[in-house]
């Protein structure tokens, strides 16, 4: 046998390792990939429920926000009507004031009492 026919044979003998080795990383892969499979399995079962859960929690906060936005507004109606008769009734009152001179009357007696007693107190202490 010459040393093409050894080469020959060790080419052989390697290219059977080779495609050993092959089958086995393929099978490797293959197991690896069916776990992963199995994995994104379970995790699309545990993510459905969530996403359901999701959806009827955004429901019930669109239901909230109506709700809600529909009281702010029956809140701002109420201010508004409560401004509007404080307005009115500070302009009615405002209507009455010029009208009524007794309390002109009682203001002005009111403030010469206060000049004479400070007028008074002055004097006591000179």
Do not use: W
């Not at 990939?33 to 199995?38: D, N």
């Not at 429901?59 to 409560?82: A, G, M, P």
């Not at 009115?88 to 002005?108: E, H, V």
């Amino acid at each position: 046998m010459d040393l093409v026919s050894y080469a020959l044979v060790l080419l052989i003998i390697m290219a059977a390792v080779l495609c050993f080795y092959g089958i086995l990383a393929l099978r490797k892969i293959t197991e690896t990939i069916s776990i992963m499979q199995s994995d994104i399995h379970k995790l699309v079962e545990k993510t459905l429920p969530v996403l359901e859960n999701l959806d009827e929690a955004t429901e019930k906060i669109n239901i909230l926000t109506t709700d809600l936005e529909r009281k702010l507004y029956q809140i701002e109606n109420f201010t508004t009507s409560v401004k509007d008769r404080v307005a009115s009734f500070i302009s009615f009152k405002g209507d009455i004031k010029p009208a009524n001179p007794i309390i002109k009357l009682i203001k002005n007696l009111s403030s010469i009492q206060k000049g004479v007693m400070a007028f008074l107190t002055k004097l006591k202490e000179n």
